[in-house]
């Protein structure tokens, strides 16, 4: 506007916007409850105001459970379909508003969780990193584009050809794609701070994908078969965690076996990944005092890596099914699970598996996609040396 235009303020008008001054300028107690009355994703977008700000309103605490409903659905707190989490240092709940994700979020699942980023696989097959505080979205290929998937797409009536084994295509059938998801997919594990420009991810193989294991990094149009530079399948992997960079450690299902994957391979984008053996399979003796080998009735074992303060941790737990009784089961013959047995051993590069009797001050949860420790002090309600299981399929909902 031209300065001969501009309407001249009045004394009064100047007086009252002088008074209302900013947000920064009100007692610290009232930016707190501004804060904590506002959707989650607004503190840290607070904080990154101003100074004052910052120093009013403190961090939202890490870290923080995802809480989904027992078909593995992304839980809709309200009708904005955002996230329901669970702070445990803060020891509340909490909402996080969803941005939009390919294929729409009310029909996605959760398939892993880490550095504040979710991996979300969507009812068309679409697989999506998603930050939910920030909004930020990394698209990774879709399933489709894998071999074992035919033809790279879904059909109009929500179907995918599914080739149930690595090479053969008279075991192909058509099924629904959510179907394939739920069977084909275990887990999505992935790096640290990841762009579009930047990333590495693993999707580890359900029980049906016969082990087998695809990983993808930046730039890549297809998920490809993990092999090692001999061309070797690596396969029945159980769980996998980031080492940090491209680096990513995985344990064999049965015998404990600890692999050290780079995925950058050698550098060049056509390189395979780089695999080497961390720790060779767990010795006689120790495996019949994790009772793997031994196992009864209704009875199966899940073993777990997990980083305690930098040190790599295997964890063996003995699930026991019981069932559930015939008034509130009468017709479906549904089962819980109770823990029978936990087994927590350490190791280091070419060493010997050590059990652990004690994890000191260090805590840990053995989530559906995920397993993290934490310092039980920074916890309410968490005690030190101690495994928490969070599955809604545990007896009590443990």
Not at 188 to 194: E, H, K, L, Y
Not at 260 to 272: H, M, R, T
Not at 340 to 359: F, H, I, M, N
Request: proline share 6%; aromatic share 8%; net charge negative.
């Amino acid at each position: 506007m031209h300065r001969s235009c501009r309407p001249r303020e009045s004394s009064s008008t100047a007086t009252t916007a002088s008074a209302r001054g900013s947000v920064a300028d009100l007692p610290c107690e009232i930016i707190r409850c501004i804060a904590d009355r506002g959707a989650t994703e607004c503190r840290p977008r607070m904080r990154a105001v101003c100074s004052e700000l910052r120093a009013a309103v403190p961090a939202e605490p890490q870290p923080w459970i995802l809480l989904q409903p027992d078909d593995d659905g992304v839980a809709a707190d309200n009708e904005r379909g955002s996230l329901c989490v669970l702070s445990l240092p803060a020891d509340r709940k909490l909402s996080l508003a969803c941005c939009p994700v390919a294929g729409g979020l009310g029909r996605a699942r959760c398939f892993g969780a880490g550095h504040g980023w979710l991996a979300l696989v969507g009812a068309d097959l679409g697989v999506t990193l998603h930050n939910p505080i920030s909004g930020a979205v990394v698209s990774l290929p879709p399933l489709t584009k894998h071999h074992m998937v035919g033809h790279g797409v879904v059909s109009e009536d929500g179907k995918v050809l599914w080739r149930t084994w690595l090479g053969t295509a008279a075991d192909s059938r058509l099924v629904p794609a959510e179907e394939f998801r739920d069977n084909f997919v275990r887990k999505v594990v992935f790096s640290a701070r990841p762009h579009q420009g930047e990333y590495f991810a693993v999707v580890l193989g359900g029980y049906h994908s016969y082990g087998i294991e695809m990983y993808a990094r930046a730039g890549a149009t297809a998920w490809k078969t993990l092999r090692d530079k001999q061309w070797l399948l690596v396969s029945l992997v159980h769980d996998m965690v980031h080492a940090g960079g491209s680096k990513f450690f995985a344990v064999t299902r049965s015998h404990g076996k600890i692999l050290e994957i780079d995925l950058a391979g050698d550098g060049n984008k056509f390189s395979p990944p780089s695999v080497s053996f961390f720790t060779e399979p767990l010795v006689a003796p120790l495996a019949e005092s994790v009772n793997h080998l031994a196992l009864g009735m209704g009875m199966h074992v899940k073993n777990r890596l997990v980083l305690v303060d930098a040190k790599l941790y295997q964890i063996w737990a003995v699930w026991e099914a019981v069932a559930l009784p015939e008034e509130e089961d009468p017709e479906d013959k549904l089962y819980r699970y109770h823990i029978a047995d936990v087994t927590v051993v350490r190791c280091e590069k070419g060493a010997c598996w050590e059990v652990v009797p004690d994890l000191g001050d260090w805590a840990v949860l053995f989530g559906r996609n995920e397993t993290v420790a934490v310092r039980a002090t920074d916890m309410a309600g968490l005690r030190p040396s101690c495994v928490y299981f969070i599955d809604s399929k545990l007896e009590g909902g443990e």
